[in-house]
Protein backbone atom coordinates (compact mmCIF):
# COMPACT_ATOMS: atom_id res chain seq x y z
CA UNK A 1 0.00 0.00 0.00
CA UNK A 2 2.87 2.55 1.19
CA UNK A 3 6.37 2.35 0.06
CA UNK A 4 8.95 5.01 1.61
CA UNK A 5 10.68 7.21 -1.23
CA UNK A 6 13.12 10.09 -1.23
CA UNK A 7 9.74 12.77 -0.62
CA UNK A 8 8.32 10.10 1.91
CA UNK A 9 5.99 8.02 2.27
CA UNK A 10 4.62 7.33 -1.16
CA UNK A 11 1.27 5.12 -2.08
CA UNK A 12 1.00 4.49 -5.44
CA UNK A 13 -1.99 2.97 -6.09
CA UNK A 14 -3.31 6.26 -5.24
CA UNK A 15 -0.81 8.28 -6.51
CA UNK A 16 -0.09 10.68 -3.59
CA UNK A 17 2.32 10.83 -0.34
CA UNK A 18 1.31 10.97 3.06
CA UNK A 19 2.98 14.10 5.00
CA UNK A 20 5.81 14.46 2.17
CA UNK A 21 9.12 16.41 3.26
CA UNK A 22 9.47 17.99 -0.34
CA UNK A 23 7.34 19.36 -2.45
CA UNK A 24 4.71 16.83 -4.44
CA UNK A 25 1.57 17.26 -6.84
CA UNK A 26 -1.04 15.73 -4.00
CA UNK A 27 -0.44 15.51 -0.51
CA UNK A 28 -2.36 13.42 2.39
CA UNK A 29 -1.35 15.77 5.81
CA UNK A 30 -2.22 14.05 9.35
CA UNK A 31 -1.66 17.74 11.01
CA UNK A 32 0.19 21.52 10.43
CA UNK A 33 3.39 20.97 12.35
CA UNK A 34 6.12 22.35 9.94
CA UNK A 35 7.72 18.38 10.20
CA UNK A 36 4.47 17.15 8.43
CA UNK A 37 3.00 19.94 6.48
CA UNK A 38 5.49 21.30 3.57
CA UNK A 39 5.08 24.08 1.91
CA UNK A 40 4.91 23.84 -2.31
CA UNK A 41 2.81 20.99 -3.16
CA UNK A 42 0.06 21.26 -5.26
CA UNK A 43 -2.77 19.72 -3.70
CA UNK A 44 -3.16 19.44 0.10
CA UNK A 45 -6.03 17.24 2.08
CA UNK A 46 -6.41 17.40 5.57
CA UNK A 47 -8.86 16.81 8.43
CA UNK A 48 -11.79 19.40 8.51
CA UNK A 49 -11.01 20.82 11.99
CA UNK A 50 -7.16 20.93 10.73
CA UNK A 51 -7.81 23.34 8.28
CA UNK A 52 -7.95 26.97 9.13
CA UNK A 53 -4.66 26.60 11.13
CA UNK A 54 -3.06 24.53 7.75
CA UNK A 55 -3.90 27.85 5.69
CA UNK A 56 -2.46 29.77 8.41
CA UNK A 57 0.98 27.57 7.86
CA UNK A 58 0.90 27.87 4.06
CA UNK A 59 0.17 30.91 3.28
CA UNK A 60 -0.09 31.62 -0.35
CA UNK A 61 0.63 28.15 -0.77
CA UNK A 62 -2.95 27.24 0.94
CA UNK A 63 -4.71 27.83 -2.46
CA UNK A 64 -4.62 24.38 -2.73
CA UNK A 65 -6.25 22.64 0.12
CA UNK A 66 -9.61 20.43 0.80
CA UNK A 67 -10.47 19.31 3.34
CA UNK A 68 -13.15 16.35 5.07
CA UNK A 69 -14.46 15.83 8.58
CA UNK A 70 -13.18 12.81 10.54
CA UNK A 71 -14.61 9.64 9.41
CA UNK A 72 -15.82 10.57 5.75
CA UNK A 73 -14.39 8.71 2.68
CA UNK A 74 -12.33 10.02 -0.26
CA UNK A 75 -11.73 7.51 -2.84
CA UNK A 76 -8.58 8.54 -4.90
CA UNK A 77 -7.47 6.52 -7.79
CA UNK A 78 -9.50 3.41 -6.02
CA UNK A 79 -7.36 3.87 -2.62
CA UNK A 80 -10.67 4.68 0.02
CA UNK A 81 -9.22 7.96 2.33
CA UNK A 82 -10.35 9.04 5.76
CA UNK A 83 -8.91 11.11 8.77
CA UNK A 84 -9.46 9.75 12.28
CA UNK A 85 -8.58 11.75 15.32
CA UNK A 86 -4.90 11.73 16.61
CA UNK A 87 -4.78 13.69 19.63
CA UNK A 88 -1.89 15.75 18.70
CA UNK A 89 -3.29 19.36 18.21
CA UNK A 90 -6.21 20.98 16.44
CA UNK A 91 -6.63 19.05 13.38
CA UNK A 92 -4.38 16.12 14.18
CA UNK A 93 -5.19 13.14 11.78
CA UNK A 94 -4.48 9.22 11.45
CA UNK A 95 -5.10 8.64 7.87
CA UNK A 96 -6.80 5.34 7.46
CA UNK A 97 -6.18 3.98 4.02
CA UNK A 98 -8.34 1.01 2.32
CA UNK A 99 -7.26 -0.70 -0.99
CA UNK A 100 -8.84 -4.23 -2.18
CA UNK A 101 -9.28 -5.51 1.48
CA UNK A 102 -5.95 -4.04 2.92
CA UNK A 103 -6.33 -1.49 5.76
CA UNK A 104 -3.28 0.42 6.67
CA UNK A 105 -3.31 3.65 9.21
CA UNK A 106 -0.74 6.43 9.49
CA UNK A 107 -0.63 7.87 12.80
CA UNK A 108 1.16 11.39 12.06
CA UNK A 109 1.51 12.32 15.96
CA UNK A 110 -0.28 11.36 18.15
CA UNK A 111 -1.41 11.07 22.30
CA UNK A 112 -3.73 9.25 23.85
CA UNK A 113 -4.08 11.47 27.03
CA UNK A 114 -6.87 13.80 27.60
CA UNK A 115 -6.66 17.50 25.78
CA UNK A 116 -9.65 19.93 25.95
CA UNK A 117 -7.79 21.69 22.76
CA UNK A 118 -8.09 18.40 20.47
CA UNK A 119 -10.42 15.50 19.65
CA UNK A 120 -9.59 12.66 21.19
CA UNK A 121 -7.18 10.32 19.25
CA UNK A 122 -9.15 6.89 19.18
CA UNK A 123 -8.37 3.52 17.72
CA UNK A 124 -8.46 2.52 14.19
CA UNK A 125 -8.19 -1.20 13.50
CA UNK A 126 -6.32 -2.38 10.25
CA UNK A 127 -3.39 -4.64 9.19
CA UNK A 128 -0.69 -2.31 9.21
CA UNK A 129 -0.22 0.59 11.85
CA UNK A 130 2.65 3.38 10.88
CA UNK A 131 3.06 4.92 14.37
CA UNK A 132 5.40 7.64 15.39
CA UNK A 133 8.20 6.87 18.11
CA UNK A 134 8.90 10.21 19.36
CA UNK A 135 9.31 9.14 23.12
CA UNK A 136 9.81 5.36 22.47
CA UNK A 137 12.00 4.52 25.44
CA UNK A 138 10.64 2.61 28.92
CA UNK A 139 12.26 5.91 30.90
CA UNK A 140 9.51 7.73 29.10
CA UNK A 141 6.47 7.41 31.53
CA UNK A 142 4.10 10.77 31.51
CA UNK A 143 3.12 12.27 35.31
CA UNK A 144 -0.73 12.83 35.23
CA UNK A 145 -1.60 16.30 33.77
CA UNK A 146 -3.55 17.05 37.09
CA UNK A 147 0.23 16.72 38.57
CA UNK A 148 1.67 18.69 35.93
CA UNK A 149 -0.45 21.75 35.77
CA UNK A 150 -0.93 22.26 39.56
CA UNK A 151 3.27 22.62 39.47
CA UNK A 152 3.14 24.89 36.67
CA UNK A 153 0.50 27.24 38.44
CA UNK A 154 2.36 27.02 41.70
CA UNK A 155 5.27 28.09 39.90
CA UNK A 156 3.67 31.05 38.55
CA UNK A 157 2.22 32.04 41.74
CA UNK A 158 5.26 31.84 43.77
CA UNK A 159 6.91 34.01 41.47
CA UNK A 160 3.99 36.50 40.76
CA UNK A 161 4.48 37.10 44.60
CA UNK A 162 8.24 37.67 44.29
CA UNK A 163 7.36 40.11 41.74
CA UNK A 164 8.65 38.40 38.52
CA UNK A 165 7.64 37.68 35.32
CA UNK A 166 6.92 34.08 34.61
CA UNK A 167 8.14 33.09 30.99
CA UNK A 168 6.80 29.27 29.97
CA UNK A 169 8.11 27.86 26.51
CA UNK A 170 6.65 25.78 24.36
CA UNK A 171 5.96 25.36 20.61
CA UNK A 172 3.23 28.29 19.25
CA UNK A 173 0.88 25.63 17.71
CA UNK A 174 -0.87 23.06 20.16
CA UNK A 175 1.25 22.69 23.47
CA UNK A 176 1.09 26.67 23.51
CA UNK A 177 -2.97 26.54 23.59
CA UNK A 178 -2.91 23.22 26.09
CA UNK A 179 -0.74 25.24 28.46
CA UNK A 180 -3.03 28.48 28.35
CA UNK A 181 -6.08 26.10 28.56
CA UNK A 182 -4.25 24.52 32.23
CA UNK A 183 -3.38 28.05 33.45
CA UNK A 184 -5.48 29.54 36.12
CA UNK A 185 -5.93 33.44 35.42
CA UNK A 186 -6.66 34.49 38.62
CA UNK A 187 -3.10 34.42 39.47
CA UNK A 188 -2.04 37.15 36.70
CA UNK A 189 -2.17 37.94 33.52
CA UNK A 190 -1.56 35.89 30.85
CA UNK A 191 0.41 37.15 27.60
CA UNK A 192 1.39 35.87 24.39
CA UNK A 193 4.12 36.03 21.54
CA UNK A 194 2.65 37.09 18.32
CA UNK A 195 3.51 33.40 16.93
CA UNK A 196 1.77 32.11 19.96
CA UNK A 197 -1.26 34.71 19.82
CA UNK A 198 -1.79 34.02 15.98
CA UNK A 199 -2.83 30.46 16.99
CA UNK A 200 -4.73 31.12 19.55
CA UNK A 201 -7.20 33.08 17.78
CA UNK A 202 -7.63 30.32 15.34
CA UNK A 203 -8.17 28.06 18.05
CA UNK A 204 -10.60 30.09 19.70
CA UNK A 205 -12.70 30.88 16.14
CA UNK A 206 -12.61 26.77 16.39
CA UNK A 207 -14.51 26.31 19.45
CA UNK A 208 -11.92 25.64 21.75
CA UNK A 209 -12.64 27.84 25.53
CA UNK A 210 -8.94 29.31 26.25
CA UNK A 211 -8.66 32.30 29.08
CA UNK A 212 -8.06 35.82 27.87
CA UNK A 213 -4.61 36.75 26.90
CA UNK A 214 -2.67 39.75 25.68
CA UNK A 215 -0.10 40.31 22.91
CA UNK A 216 2.95 40.55 25.10
CA UNK A 217 4.27 43.73 23.32
CA UNK A 218 1.17 45.39 24.14
CA UNK A 219 1.17 44.67 28.04
CA UNK A 220 5.37 45.69 27.84
CA UNK A 221 4.31 49.44 26.23
CA UNK A 222 1.71 49.77 28.65
CA UNK A 223 4.25 48.63 31.31
CA UNK A 224 1.37 46.03 32.75
CA UNK A 225 3.49 43.10 33.27
CA UNK A 226 3.45 42.75 36.76
CA UNK A 227 2.88 39.04 38.15
CA UNK A 228 2.20 38.21 34.38
CA UNK A 229 2.75 34.37 32.84
CA UNK A 230 4.35 34.74 29.43
CA UNK A 231 3.96 32.33 26.73
CA UNK A 232 6.61 32.21 24.27
CA UNK A 233 8.20 29.85 21.32
CA UNK A 234 11.10 28.35 22.84
CA UNK A 235 13.15 30.50 20.29
CA UNK A 236 12.91 33.56 22.42
CA UNK A 237 15.18 32.76 25.21
CA UNK A 238 18.83 34.68 25.81
CA UNK A 239 16.76 37.19 22.96
CA UNK A 240 16.31 40.89 22.99
CA UNK A 241 12.72 40.43 23.42
CA UNK A 242 12.82 38.75 26.34
CA UNK A 243 15.22 41.26 28.49
CA UNK A 244 12.42 43.74 27.67
CA UNK A 245 10.51 42.35 30.38
CA UNK A 246 13.53 42.32 33.52
CA UNK A 247 13.07 39.84 36.35
CA UNK A 248 12.35 37.10 34.33
CA UNK A 249 12.11 32.94 35.19
CA UNK A 250 11.82 31.05 32.57
CA UNK A 251 10.68 27.12 32.38
CA UNK A 252 9.90 24.76 29.64
CA UNK A 253 7.19 22.40 28.89
CA UNK A 254 8.24 19.34 27.13
CA UNK A 255 7.98 15.07 27.47
CA UNK A 256 12.05 15.87 27.54
CA UNK A 257 12.08 17.65 31.08
CA UNK A 258 11.91 14.07 32.03
CA UNK A 259 15.29 13.48 31.88
CA UNK A 260 17.30 14.27 34.29
CA UNK A 261 19.57 17.12 32.95
CA UNK A 262 17.37 18.51 30.46
CA UNK A 263 16.74 21.63 32.28
CA UNK A 264 20.01 22.45 32.43
CA UNK A 265 20.35 21.74 28.44
CA UNK A 266 17.96 24.56 27.42
CA UNK A 267 19.11 26.65 30.14
CA UNK A 268 15.75 27.29 31.55
CA UNK A 269 14.86 27.58 35.58
CA UNK A 270 12.20 25.02 35.66
CA UNK A 271 11.23 22.52 33.71
CA UNK A 272 7.70 20.20 33.38
CA UNK A 273 6.81 16.98 31.71
CA UNK A 274 4.25 17.62 29.39
CA UNK A 275 4.11 15.96 25.68
CA UNK A 276 1.64 16.07 22.77
CA UNK A 277 2.80 12.12 22.06
CA UNK A 278 2.49 9.34 23.32
CA UNK A 279 4.76 7.25 26.48
CA UNK A 280 6.24 4.39 26.02
CA UNK A 281 3.32 2.46 27.59
CA UNK A 282 0.78 4.41 26.13
CA UNK A 283 2.25 3.69 22.31
CA UNK A 284 2.53 -0.05 23.09
CA UNK A 285 -1.62 0.34 24.44
CA UNK A 286 -1.81 2.31 20.78
CA UNK A 287 -0.04 -0.40 18.62
CA UNK A 288 -2.42 -3.35 20.63
CA UNK A 289 -5.86 -0.99 20.22
CA UNK A 290 -5.68 -1.71 16.49
CA UNK A 291 -5.03 -4.96 16.37
CA UNK A 292 -2.15 -4.43 13.57
CA UNK A 293 0.45 -7.36 12.67
CA UNK A 294 2.80 -5.26 10.90
CA UNK A 295 3.94 -2.27 12.36
CA UNK A 296 6.12 0.28 10.82
CA UNK A 297 8.05 2.67 13.50
CA UNK A 298 9.65 5.79 12.48
CA UNK A 299 9.48 9.36 13.73
CA UNK A 300 11.70 8.86 16.98
CA UNK A 301 13.67 6.13 19.38
CA UNK A 302 12.38 3.50 16.88
CA UNK A 303 14.87 0.41 17.55
CA UNK A 304 13.67 -0.27 21.40
CA UNK A 305 10.10 -0.14 20.09
CA UNK A 306 10.77 -2.70 17.08
CA UNK A 307 12.96 -4.73 19.17
CA UNK A 308 9.85 -4.77 22.02
CA UNK A 309 7.11 -5.50 18.96
CA UNK A 310 9.01 -7.90 17.46
CA UNK A 311 9.57 -10.22 20.77
CA UNK A 312 5.96 -10.50 20.59
CA UNK A 313 5.35 -11.67 17.48
CA UNK A 314 4.77 -8.54 15.46
CA UNK A 315 5.68 -8.14 12.25
CA UNK A 316 7.74 -4.79 13.05
CA UNK A 317 10.12 -2.85 11.05
CA UNK A 318 12.07 0.75 11.16
CA UNK A 319 11.42 2.81 7.97
CA UNK A 320 13.39 6.29 7.59
CA UNK A 321 12.21 10.02 7.95
CA UNK A 322 14.45 13.07 7.39
CA UNK A 323 12.31 14.33 10.54
CA UNK A 324 13.18 13.11 14.10
CA UNK A 325 10.06 14.87 15.74
CA UNK A 326 10.84 17.23 18.84
CA UNK A 327 14.24 15.41 18.50
CA UNK A 328 15.33 17.96 15.80
CA UNK A 329 14.47 21.04 18.57
CA UNK A 330 15.80 23.49 15.92
CA UNK A 331 13.76 22.95 13.10
CA UNK A 332 10.41 22.38 15.38
CA UNK A 333 10.90 25.87 17.40
CA UNK A 334 11.70 27.21 13.69
CA UNK A 335 8.87 25.81 12.61
CA UNK A 336 6.17 26.87 15.08
CA UNK A 337 7.74 30.26 15.42
CA UNK A 338 7.40 31.04 11.66
CA UNK A 339 9.88 33.93 11.99
CA UNK A 340 12.75 35.87 14.97
CA UNK A 341 10.76 36.73 18.02
CA UNK A 342 10.95 40.40 16.92
CA UNK A 343 9.36 40.12 13.54
CA UNK A 344 6.66 38.03 15.77
CA UNK A 345 6.35 40.98 18.03
Same mark, same amino acid.
Not at 147 to 166: C, D, L, R, T, Y
Not at 213 to 224: G, P, Y
Given at each position: MLRTTDRGLYCEAGDFHIDPWAPVARAVVTHAHGDHLTWGCESYLVSETGAAVSRERLGAWGAGLESMPYGDTR???G????? $??? %? $???????VRLEYRGEVWVVSGD????PDPTCAPWE???? $????? !???? %????YRWPSQQQVFAEINAWWAANAAAGQVSLLCAYALGKAQRLLAGLDPSIGPILT? %?????????? &??????LPATRFASDALREKAIGGAMVIAPPSVTGSTWLRRFGDVRTAFA?????? &?? =? &??RRGVDAGFTLSDHVDWPQLLAAVDATGAQRVWVTHGFTGPVVQWLTGRGLDARTIA??? !?? !???? =???? =?AESDATPEASA
Amino acid at each position: MLRTTDRGLYCEAGDFHIDPWAPVARAVVTHAHGDHLTWGCESYLVSETGAAVSRERLGAWGAGLESMPYGDTRTINGVRVSF $HPA %G $HILGSAQVRLEYRGEVWVVSGDYKTDPDPTCAPWEPVRC $HTFIT !ESTF %GLPIYRWPSQQQVFAEINAWWAANAAAGQVSLLCAYALGKAQRLLAGLDPSIGPILTH %GAVERMTALY &RSGGVALPATRFASDALREKAIGGAMVIAPPSVTGSTWLRRFGDVRTAFASGWMRV &RG =A &RRRRGVDAGFTLSDHVDWPQLLAAVDATGAQRVWVTHGFTGPVVQWLTGRGLDARTIATRW !EG !ERDD =AAVD =AAESDATPEASA
